[in-house]
């Protein structure tokens, strides 16, 4: 008989006024897995991270964590879950130590336990040193490595990462994805949002790309890079040109996709000898100039511009999915 999922969500539908943030996201983890959920900013992840963890209702659809219906009894739900949000959720007045005492307190431990369990994962998340000091002082590393041993004080068996390293230097991200996956190795299912791709490249099972509130894609990042298939080429316009497309659709092999400055142009090509001399002739003849030509294998970077048509990193600080992350 097949293991049922950890994380299972079936039709998610949201929606804030005349906003439609999620539209129809199913969504399905087994134990002890990592799914990376990918997608711009505003595309329905965080909305759908809040109904899958309890903080939001779904207007439609059905959500299982831990074989427990989340709508139907929230706070059975709730103890086998932990969250760790993009920005984190500490008291700054308080030590790191007294952090993670008060969240064991709050999580029906006694008083000994939450002592030994603030004292465990201080050591874990190479905390101990600076456990006694408050959390004010903490580096924005130091601060993400908190929030994250307080999502685990309860040991949860699902753990739900909101674009955890967000903002984070180069090491720390690193120290982060060696915590991540330590916590998989012992047996936690995760899921991950991000717009680090290679975050997700580096640390996901599988892959589900978000877009408009819906899930456009779904697989591993071979298989998703697979779908796109070839070459990558990337051409840099001197200035941008109605001409370039039309000039290039019979030298590629996928539809054409443009920056939203219009300058740079990507697309599938198949690999071969003179494909560079080919372009440029092309659009010369057109009439098109260009600063750049280049040719990579695909990345999730590629999958991600070819499905969504944004870059990875794109933000709108208008976008009604961040007004509800910031309210």
Do not use: C
Not at 63 to 87: E, H, K, L, S
Not at 295 to 310: E, I, K, M, N, Q
């Amino acid at each position: 008989m097949t293991e049922r999922p950890m994380i299972e969500a079936e039709g998610l539908h949201k929606t804030y006024g005349t906003t439609r943030a999620v539209a129809g996201v199913s969504l399905a983890v087994p134990r002890g897995a990592i799914l990376g959920v990918l997608g711009p900013n505003g595309a329905g992840k965080t909305t759908t991270v809040r109904m899958l963890t309890t903080m939001t209702t779904p207007d439609a659809g059905s959500v299982r964590v831990a074989g427990i219906d989340v709508v139907a009894d929230p706070r059975a739900a709730r103890r086998r879950i932990g969250v760790t949000g993009q920005d984190a959720t500490l008291d700054e007045l308080l030590t790191g130590r007294q952090n993670l005492q008060m969240i064991g307190r709050l999580s029906k431990l006694s008083r000994a336990e939450a002592a030994a369990r603030a004292t465990q994962l201080l050591d874990e998340f190479d905390l101990t040193e600076a456990g006694d000091r408050q959390a004010k002082g903490y580096s924005g590393g130091m601060r993400r490595r908190l929030d994250l041993a307080a999502s685990l004080v309860s040991r949860p068996e699902v753990l739900f990462l909101d674009e955890p390293t967000t903002g984070l230097d180069p090491t720390s991200r690193m120290r982060m994805w060696d915590v991540i996956r330590s916590l998989v190795a012992a047996g936690t299912t995760l899921l991950l949002t991000t717009q680090y791709l290679d975050e997700a490249d580096e640390l996901a099972d599988a892959i589900s790309v978000i877009d408009h509130g819906k899930v456009i894609a779904h697989g591993t990042a071979r298989e998703l890079k697979a779908m796109i298939g070839g070459e990558q080429l990337e051409l840099t316009l001197t200035e941008p040109s109605d001409a370039a497309a039309g000039a290039l659709s019979a030298l590629v092999t996928s539809a054409i996709t443009t920056s939203d400055d219009g300058r740079t142009l990507r697309a599938a090509v198949t690999p071969g000898s003179g494909k560079a001399t080919a372009i440029i002739r092309a659009l010369d003849d057109a009439g098109v100039a260009v600063d750049d030509v280049q040719f990579h294998h695909p990345s999730l970077d590629d999958v991600f511009f070819a499905l969504t048509g944004s870059p990875a990193e794109a933000s709108d600080p208008t976008d009604p999915e961040l007004s509800e992350q910031v309210a």
